[in-house]
Structures are given as structure tokens and as C-alpha cells.
């Protein structure tokens, strides 16, 4: 609970988060995987950007990887514990919204197979959840198009087939508070 007290005093943070991401999904250790798990909530609620660089890193940098550089299982199981996190403390994400969506699309790059593979079921989930707890982030089926309206009034667009980002708007210098895709 005391994570931002504490923190200043790590060299590593990321490297302490990750390791309880690991501990977190630990098959056979239940009370020890509920205990992380629930340290890593804490800490995303609190520092929401320190937890998406340690946690969404991999798969930010898995573009550049192979198969045999990571296991795959873990990219799908980091889009569940930030798919908690946006269910448990919706609040705490808004200021990091773009970035939790471009880890959320690199996820799903056709052209890293063994990731898009891993992480289709789980990203597909996430970005349900992220439309149905945040305005600010539209879903259009038909075209599979991801919109995500911005605090300094841009709104990015992303194409899920390619998940490359499509195009940005910069007309508006309010904040984006709401978006809906006209069919």
C-alpha cells in the first residue's frame, strides 16, 4: 500500500513489478499468487504508468522478438492483469489510456504470429472491457477500428486487423470526454 513511499527507495521498480507479474501467475502457489496479484493492483492504482512500462513492456517490445525469446502465455496473462486493473480501478488508468491501448494493439501485430496467437482471446476481452468502462474509447466492428479520445484533445485511431495506428485527429483543444462511431 505504501508503494510510492517505498519505490524511492528501489532502483528497479520495473524489475520489482515484473517479478510480481511472475509470482502472480505461479500455478501451484494459490495464497502466494493471490498476494501478488494483489500487490500489482495496488500498485497499478497507484502508479499507473510505472505498472504499464513494466507490465505492457514485452509486449510493447515483442515486434522485435521471436518465438524462443519469450513465453507466450505470459503476454496473454499481462493483458488479463491490465484487464483487472482496468475492471478493479477504472479511475487510475485515464491518464495513461493511450498507452495502455497501444500495448493492448502491438498485442495483436500479424506479423509476430506466435504473440497475435497468445494474446487474440485476451486482447479481444481487454478491448471490450476498455469500451464498455471508458467513453473515450470507441469500437467500430465493422471496420475494426479503435478510437481513444485524449485528455489534451487528440483522438487516436488504431486498425486492429493491421494494429498499426491509423490516424490522428488534433482538432479539438478540450478533452475528448466521449467518442461513438457513426455507422
Not at 505470459?74 to 495513461?96: D, F, W
Request: charged fraction near 20%.
Amino acid at each position: 500500500k505504501g508503494f510510492t513511499e517505498w519505490s524511492k527507495h528501489i532502483k528497479d521498480t520495473n524489475n520489482l513489478i515484473q517479478q510480481l507479474f511472475k509470482l502472480s501467475i505461479l500455478p501451484s502457489h494459490k495464497l502466494l499468487t493471490r498476494t501478488a496479484h494483489h500487490a500489482l493492483m495496488l500498485i497499478g492504482a497507484r502508479d499507473p504508468s510505472q505498472f504499464l512500462r513494466a507490465i505492457g513492456r514485452p509486449v510493447h517490445q515483442a515486434g522485435k522478438a521471436t518465438q524462443n525469446d519469450f513465453n507466450a502465455s505470459e503476454y496473454s496473462q499481462a493483458l488479463q492483469t491490465i484487464g483487472a486493473l482496468v475492471k478493479k480501478y477504472p479511475a487510475s488508468l485515464l491518464q495513461v489510456l493511450p498507452v495502455l491501448v497501444e500495448s493492448v494493439v502491438r498485442s495483436l501485430n500479424p506479423h509476430v504470429h506466435f504473440l497475435r496467437n497468445a494474446c487474440l482471446k485476451s486482447a479481444t476481452g481487454l478491448v471490450h472491457d476498455l469500451v464498455r468502462k471508458y467513453p473515450m474509447i470507441a469500437f467500430n466492428q465493422t471496420t475494426q477500428r479503435l478510437a481513444v479520445g485524449t485528455r489534451d484533445g487528440k483522438i487516436f485511431i488504431y486498425d486492429l486487423v493491421s494494429a498499426t495506428h491509423w490516424y490522428t485527429l488534433e482538432n479539438s483543444k478540450h478533452e475528448i470526454a466521449a467518442l461513438a462511431w457513426d455507422n
